[in-house]
């Protein structure tokens, strides 16, 4: 089975993005993981038209091979459809690989796609072909770990096990997989 470590960092707003990913990269320099750009991303916030009482969350989960802001200039990208002064975003990277690869990401982004069901996410909604654990730790901004991990993005676990016929996180929630 393999397993993925996912360290979340943010929450950001979109115009902080570019500096936080440079930032993460000089960080993680060591770590041969983040020398070519690979990354996950979560937007969390409200979607436009959405009643303020439903309140905010996590609409949708995405990878990228390029720079984060890169990835983010396509006009027609779903976090547009997010209120403006509510959308965050949390910075994904995969971390203690040698090599990242699309797969690795492809991995973790079906993983939690197909187990959240964000609002916006229309693709990646099946699971690997291969039995996957993703173990995910959420960090603020300046790359501490949190004590207490913000409600946004709580619903993100800590641990998901995909083995291949069953999916589970660490609260114990243990479903079949149906497509």
């Known amino acids: 089975m393999k397993t993925i470590h996912v360290n979340w960092y943010g929450p950001f707003t979109l115009d902080e993005v570019d500096e936080a990913a440079e930032q993460v990269s000089k960080e ?52 547009r459809k997010l209120v403006r002064s509510e959308k965050k975003i949390w910075l994904g990277k995969i971390q ?7 797969s690795d990401l492809e991995a973790a982004e079906s993983i ?8 916006l996410n229309a693709t990646k909604l099946n699971l690997p ?8 730790k959420f960090c603020k901004k300046d790359m501490e770990p949190y004590q207490r991990i913000p409600s946004i993005i709580s619903i993100i676990p800590e641990l998901v096990i995909w083995d291949g016929k069953n999916i589970r996180d660490n609260r114990t ?3 079949e997989y149906t497509p």
């Open 96 to 102: 203690g690989q040698e090599v990242v690869t699309r």
């Open 28 to 79: 993680e320099r060591r770590d041969k993981s983040s020398l070519h750009g690979y990354g996950l991303y979560a937007w969390t916030g409200r979607k436009i038209g959405q009643h303020t009482a439903v309140g905010a969350g996590l609409h949708y989960i995405g990878i990228t091979e390029d720079r984060y802001t890169n990835r983010f200039s396509d006009e027609n990208h779903k976090y």
């Open 173 to 175: 929630r243990i479903r």
């Open 112 to 119: 939690f796609v197909s187990y959240l069901h964000p609002s």
């Open 129 to 136: 072909k291969f039995s996957c654990t993703v173990i995910s």
